[in-house]
C-alpha cells in the first residue's frame, strides 16, 4: 500500500514562541547595529539576547579566535590548554571574592546543571530554592530549576521539576517595597528552608538582578540578608550571573553590586560576547578540592573549548577598554530617558540597573494578562516590539509578555541609547494610543 508522503516543511524553529511578529533576518553586524538580508539597519538594543556585550563585529575578539584557530582549533576538555588556563586566571582576577577555580562548559543552561551536581554533592542535600518567573534554562534539569512557567511545563509531566522547590517573585507576591520588600522575602526564605529542613537544602540559586523575568533588582538589603540567612543554615548560594555577569550592570559581576560573596557563580553569554558558546561555573578553593577529589564526572567534549576562551580573552580584554566605565558612566541617563516613558499612561513601571532595563504596560489600572496564562486575552504587549522593529530598534519581549526589556551592547554611547528610547516612545504610542501629555 502506497503511503502519502508530506513534503518535509524546512525550517528554523525559533528558540520559543515569542510575540513578536516576525523578526528580520540578521546577516550583518557592527558596534551597536545590525544588518537583515533586505539591507536594513537596526540598532540592536537588546544585544540579541542581552549577550552580545562588546557590540557587534570587535576586531579584537574575532582576531583572537583567528589567533586560535591558527595554533589548535580544539583540545580535550579532560586535558589542559593554554588558552583554557590564561582564561580561568583572568576570570579569577575578575570574579568576587574568593571564587577562584573554573569548571568549564558550553551554556548558562548546563553551567546552572553543573552548579547544581556540585552543591549536591559538596553539601549532601538535594533541593534548590530558585523562583518563580525565574529563568536558569531550558535543558531538563535547568529548566527544572527555571521557575517561568513556560519553560517548566512542558518538563512537568515527567517529574522535570521533582528537585526544585520555588520561591515567590520579587516584587510580585509580597505587597511591599524597599526595605519591608527585604524583610519579607528574606523572611520568608528563612521559613521555607526551615520548613524543607535545612539539611535538604543544598543550596539557593538565585538571578542578581532578574532577568527575563522583567530586569527586577532586588530591594535594597535583600542579598545582604539571604548571605546571612544562608551562612545560618550551610545553604550554598548560588549567583546566576548568565545575564548580569561581564559588565551588563555596571561591575563585572551583578552580585557585586549588591556588595556580598556567592559560594559559587554561574556565567555564559557575555563570557565570550557570544562570539563563541561558552559558560562555566566559579567556586572557591573548598568545593574546587571536593570536586576534584569527588569521584565523580562533569565532564562534556565542548567544555571549554579553546576557540571560545580565546573569544573569552578577548571579550575580557574589550571590558577592560571602558566599557564597564561606559556602562556606569551612562546608566542614570538611560534610566532617566526611560523614566520618561512613564509619561504614557500604558506604562506601569520602568527599573533596572546598569545596562539591563524592564517596562512593565498596564491596561488601564491592571496589568496586562500574559498570553501564556490567558491565550485569549487582550495583550498588546508584543506590539510594542514590532513596533520598535518598525523603527529599525530591536527590543526583547519579557517574560511574562507584559514587559519588554532593553539591554543593548555596553559599547552603546547616549546617542544609541536616546535613539532607541525615542522609537520605543513612538512604539508604545503606536501599541497603545499616545496619550495628551506625550503628544
Ligand atoms: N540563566 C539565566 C539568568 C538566563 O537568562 C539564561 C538564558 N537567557 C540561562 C540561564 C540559560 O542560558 P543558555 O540559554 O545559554 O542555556
Same mark, same amino acid.
Given at each position: ?71 589548535? *582549533? ?40 553543573? *552548579? ?69 522575602? *528574606? ?88 562570539? *563563541? ?163
Amino acid at each position: 500500500m502506497s503511503q502519502q508522503r508530506m513534503e518535509p516543511a524546512s525550517a528554523t524553529l525559533a528558540h520559543w514562541s515569542s510575540p513578536d511578529g516576525d523578526p528580520p533576518t540578521i546577516v550583518e553586524g557592527e558596534g551597536c547595529y545590525v544588518t537583515d538580508d533586505e539591507g536594513e539597519e537596526y540598532l540592536d538594543f537588546i544585544a540579541q539576547l542581552y549577550c552580545v556585550n562588546a557590540g557587534h563585529g570587535n576586531g579584537e575578539i574575532n582576531a583572537a579566535i583567528e589567533e586560535q584557530l591558527s595554533k589548535v *582549533a580544539y583540545v580535550s576538555s579532560a586535558k589542559h590548554n593554554d588558552t583554557r588556563d590564561r582564561l580561568a586566571d583572568e576570570l579569577a582576577e575578575i570574579a568576587p571574592g574568593r571564587l577562584s577555580n573554573t569548571f568549564f562548559s558550553i551554556s548558562g543552561s548546563e553551567a546552572n546543571e553543573a *552548579a547544581v551536581q556540585i552543591a549536591r554533592e559538596y553539601t549532601g542535600a538535594p533541593k534548590v530554592l530558585t523562583r518563580y518567573q525565574s529563568y536558569h534554562g531550558g535543558t531538563y534539569g535547568a529548566g527544572s530549576l527555571t521557575g517561568d512557567p513556560s519553560t517548566r511545563a512542558a518538563l512537568e509531566p515527567y517529574g522535570g521539576t521533582a528537585t526544585g522547590k520555588f520561591l515567590p517573585p520579587l516584587p510580585e507576591a509580597f505587597d511591599a517595597e524597599g526595605e519591608e520588600l527585604a524583610e519579607k522575602a *528574606a523572611n520568608h526564605l528563612e521559613y521555607v528552608i526551615r520548613n524543607e529542613g535545612h539539611e535538604t537544602v543544598g543550596a539557593v540559586l538565585m538571578e542578581p538582578v532578574a532577568g527575563t523575568s522583567g530586569a527586577y533588582p532586588a530591594p535594597e538589603g535583600y542579598f545582604e540578608r539571604v548571605r546571612e540567612i544562608c551562612d545560618e543554615y550551610d545553604v550554598l548560594l548560588i549567583a546566576d550571573e548568565v545575564i548580569t555577569g561581564f559588565g551588563r550592570c555596571g561591575e563585572w559581576f551583578g552580585i557585586q553590586t549588591e556588595g556580598i560573596e556567592p559560594d559559587m557563580l554561574t556565567f555564559a553569554k557575555g563570557v565570550t560576547s557570544a562570539y *563563541a558558546p561558552l559558560a562555566g561555573v566559579l567556586v572557591g578553593p573548598e568545593i574546587a578540592d571536593n570536586v576534584r577529589e569527588g569521584g565523580y564526572d562533569l565532564g562534556q567534549t565542548f567544555g571549554g573549548h579553546p576557540l571560545s576562551c580565546a573569544a573569552g580573552l578577548g571579550a575580557i580584554d574589550v571590558y577592560r577598554d571602558g566599557l564597564l566605565e561606559n556602562v556606569r558612566e551612562n546608566a542614570a541617563y538611560f534610566e532617566d530617558e526611560l523614566r520618561e516613558l512613564e509619561a504614557h499612561d500604558a506604562v506601569a513601571d520602568v527599573r533596572g540597573r546598569g545596562f539591563l532595563w524592564g517596562i512593565t504596560f498596564r491596561d488601564g489600572e491592571e496589568p496586562f494578562v500574559d498570553p501564556w496564562t490567558d491565550p485569549d486575552a487582550d495583550n498588546p504587549v508584543g506590539t510594542v516590539v514590532e513596533e520598535a522593529a518598525e523603527r529599525n530598534v530591536l527590543i526583547g519581549a519579557g517574560r511574562p509578555a507584559t514587559q519588554v526589556i532593553c539591554a543593548p551592547p555596553l559599547c552603546a554611547g547616549r546617542e544609541e541609547i536616546s535613539d532607541g528610547v525615542d522609537a520605543l516612545d513612538a512604539a508604545i504610542g503606536a501599541a497603545f494610543g499616545r496619550n495628551d501629555e506625550n503628544a
